[in-house]
């Protein structure tokens, strides 16, 4: 798994093949593994529980389209070497906004989604200042952030809000049939494999974001700044706005996360969105992402997401009821790989075993050596 | 670039009469550079010289106070690093300033990336990689992540990246440092190739052999101020070490100090060092040894290599081969509460980054190395902190309002007696002084060489580091020299003056000038 | 000998008011100085004592019992901040983690009983052994694997109740024995609460051991600087490990303590968010984020100050989830304004408003 070094001297304009794959796609390589690993033990476990139709695995980004959002959010800040816990927080205001406007304000349906952008675009850009301006740790800032959603919950409503209006609801219901998916039910119906508007919403943003990170400046200037800031400084890359930017980017898709899990469990609950900002942490770490920054793939992170819908979807299969259990198991593979990481990024570069830390995690201040 | 103003006689770059102030600082004091085409020219200094600022003012980090500019028979005025860069003036310093993790070629471009509808054309961008790094024989594969790399081809490609911008001035800054000697030469053959397209380099670097190898000139600076510019050939390393360290010879009066060698005929030394080495790029393996009641000191230019000596010794870098013996017996020193409990103490080079706990008081600052050899549950009893505080402040004239004052208050040269204090309480027999003088005033300064004496006096053995020959003259029986990281003489009685510590220290032909 | 040209270092005595304003404890003291008087004004009862049912009651003492806990836990998150500079979250977990060991003994595999299937003290004892091997758990990740504190603490944080519930077989379960509550509210015919002879015994003993031994003097010089700690022989990686250990203890304790004051364990509930409030603590106590020097007595002027805002704002019928607006605003306002790039903006705002000739257009020199 070591790259190669550099290998015969270069003839006129032929560029070196370097053989082997990054530490990127290594950990990649892991992740897609471990998700089909686990996929095809399921799909021998419970051969007989109806588990190998087409409908199960849409089902998996089905119920999960909201925390694809929240972690590809958590991606793009993860990569600048910075980190938002915030994100659970903003999905629960905006499911319980959502649901108070149309339910006690009568308001129309379609503002959703422009109050969904506006939450999180507001918690983007007083996060984003805090940590990219004032120089904040990002950890700080992003809890109180998370605090402060989950308490103006209460402030806005103490109890659950059921939401019954109809163009939502309806939005809530709708599915989109991949009509050449089926599978043939015992009583002879078909079952049909789908995707719902929420999923399909976050495909398409997950492909936008795909091609901003490997293709845009913007995406290119996240990973310079995850990776040596100083440098990316010397490059020209200005490291306070790209921060800014990412946290903002970060807080949107929270925003948008927030919708999608409305519309997947229309009701403003005051517990929403607790613990989805683990959820969405562990989905990014699994998918490639490295704490320390700088590195990742949006579609890693995808299949994170996949694996911890996995995860959720097979447990009570097993005939374990408890609900904290998928966590758990979660929270193990976060550890693994959280060590798996730093074992990698120690075996490629020179010198001894060491844990790298993303620049968010420094607290010490610097002596500055003058010469 | 405009070729018909370009002056076939004058140099490309002047910087004249630049003059630099920090507060309470004078950085840069009337100095000169000038830099031509196609020249490599080291810019050499001792600790304050003056040349990291320079570099910084002509790079646009810093403004100048005083003076000009002129690139190309223009003035200009500098103002940002981006306006360096857009003056095509590029640098690559020591710590490589790339990101590890993407490839090589977005190294390479980034911020420059080609393009093609709007989007990064990555397929576009690995060819103009691969053209580049083949025209500059660099072996690397534009989609390799930059980190698979040594230090060595890192750098070789922050230089290719600094080419792509077609600098006219390459500033290298330490670029030698961690390289080992195959990759110092494919590094020095790029130089040269960069030098036929006519690009002016400044090399800052201690290592004097390099310079001599790769440089067309040297500017010497000094405390801020101008020493010369000379050609290399017409600059032995004599002269050159000696307009570096600038020490005309004085008249030392020199105090009481046995230099006779024979004293220790037969004695068992306290410290005994063989090949010992704590990794390839911290210092050559080397030989010493120290006796009881003397003071020996080591000489060198700045990162020649003394204080990573030493810490190898202490255990503060670990020692991965050779030998250690105290007084006779072979020990393994894992690490510095080893070497203390062995009755080894160090006083460090940088005061404030390893030395002092700013925010504790002056007597937890002089009690903490006793107390960590007695170990968590022997506390020393607050009375009996209190009296060791208060004997070590009178015994070294520490100027302090009280013992409970934090350290952080107290003067520069008030720090160093309290660190020594510290470490004379732990009543050491082998002590390690690295620049125990440095940034301190006068008084004091004589203070503790005295001290020294006193204590080598009494029996201890004392290793002294300073960039100050003359008082290093006045203390010490024996003189280590060191160059380029390895151990390169030892000095003894009618060798200890400055004009044979020097000729030690520049080694070499044509000393004798 | 001293050389009569130099002067001596003019450290002056400043004056009293300086000293005091500059003092690390002034700020605590103020804040919980405001509250009280706030709640004087508001509540007419606020200095009345009684007795109720053989035990001391009134506004006071009700402070003082409920932030037992809290005061327990931030006793061990400023060990752990002084000595790294980082926090530690899964306080709250390790909580309830030592709870449900401590229950697990008691109650056997039943769920609901007042018989003890086990020596109370022996659960006891259990219970705590559980807290600290959470504390040796984070404490190996930080000092050996050298992840930083709070994403290592992130994995209890995360796992830590889930992993409790399961102790107790995915049940809260209830101690019916009334001596369980003993720790938690009342040794019969001790007429203070014990929760608060508890937190008062467990200040005493961190504050004995961080100054008979010098572990105190150690954390402190972890904190404040790495190199020159190893420089001088001291082992940062053991001292590191320790706190945590000591932290996973102490909060073993608070759980303990939390558990019993209501009679049952309920892991998701018990001690939930604490660790916010612990860090808040730390903070409005005088002690700097960052590591280094810490004050016991900071800490826990800090804890009962958090307490009393809270107290006071359950008061004025502000509900718990909305408590965390506030501490989020108040933990904001106290990071931004003790963050150094405000400092900076501040002192220039200030001398610029204060300078009339400035000759403007100076590039920053100091900047890179």
């Known amino acids: 798994m070591r790259d190669s070094k550099k290998t015969a001297a270069p003839a006129p304009v032929q560029w070196i093949k370097h053989k082997g794959l990054s530490n990127t796609g290594v950990l990649l390589l892991i992740t897609i593994s471990l998700f089909v690993l686990l996929y095809v033990i399921s799909l021998i476990l419970f051969a007989d529980s109806n588990f190998a139709k087409y409908s199960v695995f849409f089902n998996l980004i089905n119920s999960k389209a909201h925390l694809l959002m929240l972690a590809l959010g958590v991606t793009v800040v993860l990569i600048t070497g910075s980190i938002d816990i915030s994100v659970g927080g903003v999905t629960g205001l905006v499911s319980m906004v959502i649901a108070v406007m149309l339910m006690e304000y009568g308001v129309n349906a379609i503002w959703a989604i422009p109050m969904s952008l506006g939450i999180g675009l507001a918690f983007g850009i007083v996060q984003g200042f805090l940590v990219a301006y004032l120089e904040i740790q990002p950890f700080i800032v992003t809890l109180s952030g998370m605090f402060f959603a989950r308490g103006m919950i209460s402030v806005i409503n103490a109890k659950s809000v059921p939401i019954s209006d109809p163009s939502f609801m309806s939005w809530s219901s709708a599915k989109v049939f991949i009509p050449f998916l089926y599978n043939v039910r015992r009583n002879g119906t078909h079952d049909i494999a789908y995707l719902t508007p929420a999923a399909i919403a976050a495909i398409v943003i997950l492909i936008v974001l795909i091609i901003a990170l490997k293709k845009t400046k913007f995406g290119r200037s996240l990973y310079a700044v995850g990776g040596n800031p100083q440098s990316a400084l010397f490059m020209g890359i200005n490291i306070k706005r790209t921060k800014f930017m990412a946290h903002v980017l970060c807080s949107v898709l929270a925003g948008i996360g927030g919708l999608l899990f409305t519309l997947f469990a229309p009701s403003g609950n005051p517990g929403n969105g607790y613990g989805y900002e683990i959820d969405a942490i562990s989905s990014s770490v699994i998918g490639g992402v490295m704490l320390n920054g700088g590195v990742g793939l949006p579609i890693g992170t995808l299949f994170g997401v996949l694996i911890n819908s996995l995860i959720e979807r097979v447990v009570p299969l097993l005939g374990i009821v408890d609900a904290s259990w998928p966590r758990i198991i979660s929270s193990a593979f976060l550890f693994v790989f959280i060590v798996l990481q730093s074992v990698f990024a120690s075996a490629s570069t020179k010198g001894g075993f060491k844990l790298l830390l993303p620049q968010w995690m420094k607290f010490k201040r610097k002596h500055t050596a003058e010469t | 670039m405009n070729t018909t103003k370009h002056k076939q006689n004058s140099p490309y770059l002047m910087m004249n009469d630049i003059g630099k102030s920090f507060p309470g600082v004078r950085a840069l004091d009337h100095v000169d550079f000038r830099l031509r085409s196609g020249d490599i020219h080291a810019l050499m200094g001792e600790n304050g010289a003056g040349k990291s600022t320079l570099v910084k003012v002509l790079t646009g980090v810093f403004s100048m106070d005083e003076g000009s500019v002129i690139l190309d028979g223009d003035p200009v005025s500098i103002r940002s690093p981006q306006d360096a860069q857009k003056h095509r003036i590029s640098t690559v310093y020591q710590e490589v300033n790339l990101c590890p993790n993407i490839t090589v070629a977005e190294n390479l471009f980034l911020g420059r990336e080609p393009r093609s509808m709007g989007l990064i054309d990555w397929k576009q961008m690995n060819i103009k990689a691969a053209e580049l790094l083949h025209e500059l024989n660099i072996a690397a594969a534009p989609t390799a992540q930059l980190d698979s790399y040594s230090i060595a081809i890192q750098q070789m490609i922050a230089i290719a990246r600094a080419v792509n911008t077609e600098c006219r001035i390459l500033i290298l800054d330490e670029p030698t440092s961690s390289l080992d000697a195959d990759e110092v030469e494919k590094l020095f053959s790029l130089m040269h190739q960069l030098k036929t397209t006519g690009v002016g380099i400044i090399f800052i670097t201690h290592f004097i052999e390099q310079v001599y190898e790769v440089c067309d000139r040297i500017t010497v600076l000094r405390n801020g101020k101008l020493v010369g510019e000379y050609e290399v050939e017409n600059l032995p390393r004599l002269q050159l070490v000696t307009k570096m360290m600038g020490k005309e010879i004085e008249n030392l009066s020199e105090l009481d100090v046995d230099r006779d060698e024979s004293r220790f005929a037969g004695e068992v030394p306290i410290i005994e060092a063989r090949g010992l080495s704590s990794g390839a790029s911290k210092v050559a393996p080397f030989d010493l040894k120290m006796y009881a009641s003397e003071v020996v000191g080591f000489a060198g230019l700045l990162g020649s290599g003394r204080s990573e000596l030493v810490r190898t010794i202490y255990g503060a870098d670990k020692a991965t081969q050779g030998q250690l013996s105290i007084k006779g017996k072979s020990v393994k020193i894992k690490n510095p509460l080893d070497a203390m409990k062995k009755g080894m103490a160090y006083l460090p080079e940088d005061r404030k980054d390893d030395g002092i706990f700013e925010d504790l008081s002056v007597r937890e600052n002089i009690i903490i190395a006793l107390q960590a050899k007695h170990g968590m549950f022997k506390r020393m009893t607050r009375k009996e902190m209190e009296a060791y505080a208060d004997e070590y402040i009178k015994l070294l004239s520490i100027k302090t309002p009280n013992i409970e004052t934090p350290i952080k208050t107290l003067s520069g040269g008030n720090q160093q007696k309290v660190i020594l204090a510290r470490w004379l309480l732990t009543n050491p027999e082998f002590m390690i002084l690295d620049e125990p003088t440095r940034g301190i005033d006068v008084g004091t300064k004589t203070e503790i060489q005295k001290l020294i004496l006193k204590l080598a006096g009494e029996g201890k053995s004392v290793a002294f580091i300073s960039s100050e020959i003359d008082e290093m003259l006045r203390t010490c029986s024996r003189m280590v020299v060191m160059r380029d990281r390895q151990k390169v003489g030892e000095l003894t009685q009618n060798q200890l003056n400055q004009n044979t510590i020097m000729r030690t220290i520049a080694g070499g032909e044509g000393n004798d000038a | ?368």
């Not at chain 3, 519930?165 to 995915?170: E, V």
């Not at chain 3, 019969?188 to 504050?207: D, E, K, N």
């Open chain 3, 1 to 368: 000998m001293r050389n009569t040209e130099i002067k001596p270092v003019k450290i002056d005595s400043e004056p009293f008011f300086k000293r005091l304003l500059s003092h690390r404890l002034t700020f605590s003291l103020v804040v919980l100085l405001v509250v009280v008087v706030q709640n004087i004004i508001t509540t007419p009862d606020f200095f009345k004592i009684s007795m109720t049912n053989g035990l001391i009651s009134g506004y006071i003492p009700n402070i003082l019992d409920e932030a037992s806990e809290l005061v327990i836990v931030t006793l061990g998150m400023t060990l752990v901040i002084a000595v790294s500079g980082g926090v530690d979250l899964s306080v709250g977990a390790i909580m309830a983690i030592a709870a449900s060991f401590c229950g697990l003994l008691l109650n056997g595999a039943e769920y609901r009983t007042d018989v003890f299937h086990n020596p109370y003290i022996l659960a006891l004892f259990v219970g705590l052994l559980g807290g600290g091997l959470c504390g040796v758990f984070n404490g190996f990740l930080v000092s050996r694997l050298k992840i930083q504190p709070m994403i290592a603490t992130l994995i209890l944080f995360t796992a830590g109740r889930s992993i409790a519930k399961q102790i107790t077989h995915g049940q809260t379960i209830y101690i019916m024995n009334p001596v369980y509550k003993w720790l938690g509210v009342q040794i019969p015919g001790v007429p203070i609460r014990t929760t608060i002879l508890i937190s008062i015994a467990i200040i005493i003993l961190v504050t004995l051991v961080t100054k008979l031994t010098s572990l105190g003097l150690y954390i402190q010089s972890v904190g404040i600087n790495g190199s020159a700690s190893r420089l001088v022989g001291l082992n940062s990686r053991a001292i590191k490990f320790m706190a945590f250990v000591i932290c996973g203890v102490l909060a073993g304790a608070a759980g303990l303590v939390g558990s019993s004051s209501v009679g049952s364990v309920n892991s998701g509930e018990l001690g939930l968010s604490i660790e916010m409030d612990a860090i808040l603590a730390v903070a409005l106590g005088g002690n700097d984020l960052f590591g280094g020097k810490f004050s016991i007595a900071g800490a826990v002027i800090g804890a009962y100050t958090i307490q009393a805002i809270t107290t006071t704002l359950y008061a004025m019928n502000v509900r718990a989830d909305q408590l965390n607006v506030f501490k989020a605003v108040i933990i904001i306002v106290i990071i931004v304004a003790s963050s150094d790039v405000f400092k900076e903006k501040i002192k220039r705002f200030t001398r610029h408003l204060f300078s009339k000739n400035m000759s403007l257009g100076g590039l920053s020199d100091e900047r890179q």
